[in-house]
């Protein structure tokens, strides 16, 4: 089994470089096909979660190659399968190929998604918005079974929630679709926004991407064709990092953050600002000096621009060692709380109340043996051992890899103590 081992106390020192947006790829990857022609996506992320969804590709006949964080994705040969086991299974986003497939073949088979146990996540949504558009949707023998026997025809949709998942896999869907699509009460986050720029390049028709409404005129696929895409910086990581360098930045030392689009986390910079950390927002980097002490904040997590879920739980970790009680509330998944069994294991003063991670700080914490029990708890659990007494091991890393381009090799950059080790 391999477990990431840090030594904490090593103070941090240098410039972390931001990768490419896990949340944008792992969508822009499914929409390469509907060009079957030749996209090339840039400033993407060696992630496991890409892997899986080039070895899905090679199922659909689309050549991929990926060098230098450039994938080519050559879908001149797309062909409908059915993807029912294997790595469609492996990531939650393998969704996305239910919108794209259906968008070009008005059929889908697709096993049901794996990904993070973050408490019930439903994408009762999803399936609402293929039927709103004429699809046909069953689940048999595990898989979704989605079939639109006379085409795809534009609808008015009104999303209950703006959940991210269904703005995107309707947006997809509708692409091709006959008429015009108008999806109201849609997610705004800057990944949709991404998504909806690179098939706009690809010859779609899309206008309204980051407002409430996105309409989308539907297009032939003969239209389609193939671009050059850079994916957006990952606003999440850079988040992560930001709380790592808030917390661990050496004495006379300074941390910069690069490569962000500071635009994309006014919510998170400003929560960092009422915490007291001594931050500098650049044009696109966030440099970081030493605090003299970090104040307890409270937070709601909330859709964009709000501050994201997906930092709540690094964000719980420098929440620890804020003088006075912090009140963290998650609003978006209420059971995102597996890391606070993990951080009392390393002495922190937390509890878990509802879908609220109550914070009595500072502590000091002490290296254990924790699990990175999700993604981003993972990420929480990495940081914890920077600051922590001597070494914290951490099993179940495949979630932190997930999301983290060469983590080991960013932190140690910037003189964390942290490796690989088989045990
Ligand atoms: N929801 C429903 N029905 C649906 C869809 C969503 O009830 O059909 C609910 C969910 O249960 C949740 C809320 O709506 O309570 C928001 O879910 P959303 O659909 O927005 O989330 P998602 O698309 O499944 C993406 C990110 C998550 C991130 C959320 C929220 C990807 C691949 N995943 O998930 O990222 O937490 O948006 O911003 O884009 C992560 O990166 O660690 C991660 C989990």
Redesign the pocket.
């Known amino acids: 089994m391999r477990v990431f081992k840090v030594e904490g106390k090593y103070p941090l020192n240098g410039t972390i470089e931001v990768s490419g947006a896990?949340?944008s790829v792992?969508?822009l990857i499914p929409a390469a096909i509907l060009a079957g022609d030749v996209v090339i996506l840039e400033n993407v992320p060696e992630l496991s979660d890409v892997y899986a969804l080039n070895t899905i590709l090679k199922e659909l006949n689309v050549q991929t190659t990926f060098e230098n964080n450039t994938l080519t994705i050559d879908a001149t040969n797309v062909n409908y399968t059915p993807l029912i086991e294997g790595a469609v299974q492996e990531l939650?986003?393998s969704y996305y190929l239910m919108g794209a497939m259906l968008a070009r073949y008005n059929e889908a088979i697709i096993g049901m998604p794996g990904?993070?146990y973050?408490?019930?996540?439903?994408?009762?949504?999803?399936?609402k918005g293929f039927q709103a558009l004429g699809a046909e949707v069953k689940i048999e023998h595990g898989a979704y079974r989605l079939h639109a026997q006379d085409g795809l025809k534009g609808a008015k949709i009104n999303l209950?929630?703006?959940?991210?998942?269904?703005t995107?896999n309707i947006m997809l869907a509708a692409v091709h679709a006959e008429g015009t699509t108008v999806i109201e009460n849609v997610?705004k986050?800057p990944?949709i926004v991404d998504i909806a720029t690179m098939l706009n390049n690809m010859g779609a028709r899309i206008t309204g991407a980051g407002t409430d409404t996105i309409r989308v005129k539907g297009v032939s696929v003969d239209s389609m064709h193939g671009c050059r895409h850079q994916v957006i910086p990952d606003r999440?990581e850079a988040g992560t990092y930001m709380v790592a360098a808030a917390i661990g930045v050496g004495e006379g030392m300074e941390v910069k953050v690069d490569n962000i689009i500071p635009e994309h986390m006014e919510a998170f910079l400003a929560k960092m600002h009422d915490a007291g950390v001594n931050m500098e927002v650049g044009m696109d980097s966030v440099t970081i000096r030493p605090t003299q002490a970090l104040k307890a904040v409270n937070v709601k997590t909330g859709?964009?621009p709000g501050f994201?879920?997906?930092l709540q739980q690094p964000f719980t970790l420098l929440l620890t060692q804020a003088t006075g009680a912090s009140v963290i509330t998650d609003t978006?998944?209420s059971a995102r709380f597996k890391h606070v069994d993990e951080l009392q294991r390393m002495g922190a003063s937390i509890r878990n109340e509802a879908s609220t991670g109550i914070v009595v700080g500072p502590s000091e914490l002490e290296g254990a043996k924790v699990t990175a029990t999700?993604?981003?708890a993972g990420a929480a659990m990495v940081l914890a051992g920077l600051i922590a007494s001597g070494i914290t091991e951490i099993h179940e890393i495949e979630h932190v890899e997930r999301?983290y381009e060469r983590i080991i090799q960013k932190l140690t950059n910037v003189g964390a103590k942290i490796w690989f080790e088989e045990i």
């Open positions: 896990k949340n792992v969508a939650r986003a990904g993070c973050l408490g019930p996540r439903p994408i009762d949504l999803h399936l209950d929630i703006p959940s991210v998942g269904a995107i997610a986050e990944e999440i859709v964009f994201a879920t997906d978006i998944y999700d993604l981003r999301g």
